[in-house]
Nanobody, 127 residues
Framework: QLRLVESGGGLVQPGGSLRLSCVAS????????IAWFRQAPGKEREGVGC????????VYADSVKGRFTVSRDNAKNTAYLHMNSLKPEDTGIYYC????????????????????WGEGTPVTVSL
């Protein structure tokens, strides 16, 4: 059973940066695409970005393109979400999740395609 644990969230000022980590245990991440989602209070969980199992292809939500980067280190069984130029509207709980190999399910149906989820880490962007 794959287990995912996110970390790195916190309070940051607008314009600041954070790096979130998603560490896997119980199985290797090698065969999985890894996606990041976020959920703001009172809103639905939305996709932020996804990286395929080999790390050669990524896809991002329009709202974060050019500011966020998804990466992975399969040797460390870890994925990352690098967030720059943060805005108050980026506030929310950030989750990592996986689906088999490619981001095709993420692109088609978003959160409904994911096989495993982490518990989330909170990010607050505020003065």
């Amino acid at each position: 059973q794959l287990r995912l644990v996110e970390s790195g969230g916190g309070l940051v000022q607008p314009g600041g940066s954070l790096r979130l980590s998603c560490v896997a245990s119980g199985s290797t991440l090698d065969g999985y695409a890894i996606a990041w989602f976020r959920q703001a209070p009172g809103k639905e969980r939305e996709g932020v970005g996804c990286i395929n199992s080999r790390g050669g292809s990524t896809v991002y939500a329009d709202s974060v393109k050019g500011r966020f980067t998804v990466s992975r280190d399969n040797a460390k069984n870890t994925a990352y979400l690098h967030m720059n130029s943060l805005k108050p509207e980026d506030t929310g709980i950030y989750y990592c999740a996986v689906e088999t190999r490619y981001c095709s399910g993420y692109k088609a149906v978003g959160r409904h395609a994911m096989d495993y989820w982490g518990e989330g880490t909170p990010v607050t962007v505020s003065l």
